[in-house]
């Protein structure tokens, strides 16, 4: 049986997008702009990669990233944050989300 550590360290958020039929180009690039621009932005979001996936076995995503986020605890605000909150508002009707989290 795994160990469950809560706060114990580091987070790791994955991320990927498959694109809802009608998303446009300007709606795609404003999404990486914005998931970038949330790094400074965030407390304890310690790093942020996010990109077009290349991957031949991408199964229709489109989209993806990682964060790194100090603690459990840093992870659990960002979802409440104003900031990720005004994101979420316009980008999750465009897409079908996948997410993964999990302890570094």
């Known amino acids: 049986m795994v160990e469950v550590r809560y706060n114990a360290g580091m987070m790791i958020h994955t991320f990927a997008f498959r694109w809802k039929a009608g998303v446009g180009e300007e709606q795609k690039l404003r999404a990486l702009a914005e998931i970038r621009g949330l ?3 965030i407390p304890g ?3 942020t990669w ?3 996936n290349v991957s031949p076995r991408s199964q229709g ?3 993806g990233g990682v964060m790194k986020f100090r603690d459990r605890s ?5 979802g ?3 900031v990720h909150q005004k994101l979420l508002v316009w980008l999750m009707p465009l897409v079908d989300p ?3 989290d999990f302890e570094a």
Not at 74 to 78: N, Q, R
């Open 39 to 41: 790094q400074g932005q």
């Open 45 to 47: 979001l310690l790093e």
């Open 50 to 52: 996010v990109g077009v």
């Open 61 to 63: 995503y489109e989209l």
């Open 74 to 78: 840093a992870l659990e605000a960002y």
């Open 80 to 82: 409440a944050h104003p």
């Open 98 to 100: 996948l997410e993964v």
